[in-house]
């Protein structure tokens, strides 16, 4: 079984200001990391995913993330945030050996950006 | 590419009526497709999963006999939303898997019921 644990439900920041989503899970098997948007009564966007390679992953829209194994962990970043930003972002993972089947997601983070 | 619709975008009807989701993959094939439901402020949680040409696997707690799945064909399954009930409204998200094995989700059907 696996869960994700996205620390923060809100998370306000200004304009241009850097940002990290905090992201853990746990799991008893090798996993994919996923991060998704989700603008206001709309359908999930990939951001980026980790796969196996590199820790340090890049995405669309400016956003990163890095998959630290020892600290089950898989944060996303984003040096300098837009208020396009502003929106509901979510931290999935799925076993490896599955990777389009059972997506656990986690609660989410509210990203709200102020001007 | 990896497109995936769903129809109605909104949807209301009267308690006790019936209302059908359709979920489509619109430039590749799915075997398999996914239907969440999404509650305000909430996660998504997976309701069942949907296979072409045979019976949809439903997760622990979701009614079969409420939640009508046919997976007709490689590019659209159908969510049917059987005498729906206040408790019912919510959104609902499906997803298809594409070629390499990952889910493309689709843009959600907001089902209020009154």
């Not at chain 1, 996993?31 to 590199?54: A, C, E, H, I, T």
């Not at chain 1, 998959?67 to 208020?83: D, E, Y």
């Not at chain 2, 359709?22 to 430039?27: F, G, H, P, T, V």
């Not at chain 2, 979701?62 to 939303?81: G, M, P, Q, R, Y």
């Amino acid at each position: 079984a696996q869960s994700v644990t996205q620390l923060d439900s809100q998370v306000p920041v200004f304009e241009e200001a850097p940002v990290e989503l905090r992201c853990n899970y746990s799991s008893s098997v090798s996993v994919y990391l996923f991060w998704y948007v989700q603008y206001p009564n709309q359908g999930l966007q990939l951001l980026l995913k980790y796969l196996s390679g590199s820790t340090l992953v890049k995405g669309i829209n400016g956003f990163e993330a890095e998959f630290n194994k020892s600290q089950t962990s898989f944060h996303l970043r984003k040096p300098s945030v837009h208020i396009s930003d502003t929106a509901e972002y979510f931290c999935a993972v799925s076993g490896s050996g599955n990777a389009g089947n059972m997506l656990t997601f986690g609660g989410g983070t509210r990203l709200m950006v102020k001007p | 590419g990896a497109v995936v619709s769903q129809h109605p975008s909104r949807v209301i009807c009267k308690s006790g009526t019936s209302v059908k989701i359709e979920c489509r993959s619109l430039d590749f094939q799915a075997t398999t497709m996914f239907w969440y439901r999404q509650f305000p402020k909430q996660s998504l949680m997976l309701m069942a999963t949907s296979n072409e040409g045979s019976k949809a696997t439903y997760e622990q707690g979701v009614e079969k006999d409420k939640f009508l799945i046919n997976h007709a064909s490689l590019t659209l399954s159908t969510l049917t939303v059987t005498s729906a009930h206040p408790e019912d409204s919510s959104f609902y998200i499906c997803s298809a898997r594409g070629g390499q094995g990952f889910q493309h989700f689709g843009p959600g059907t907001r089902l209020t019921v009154t």
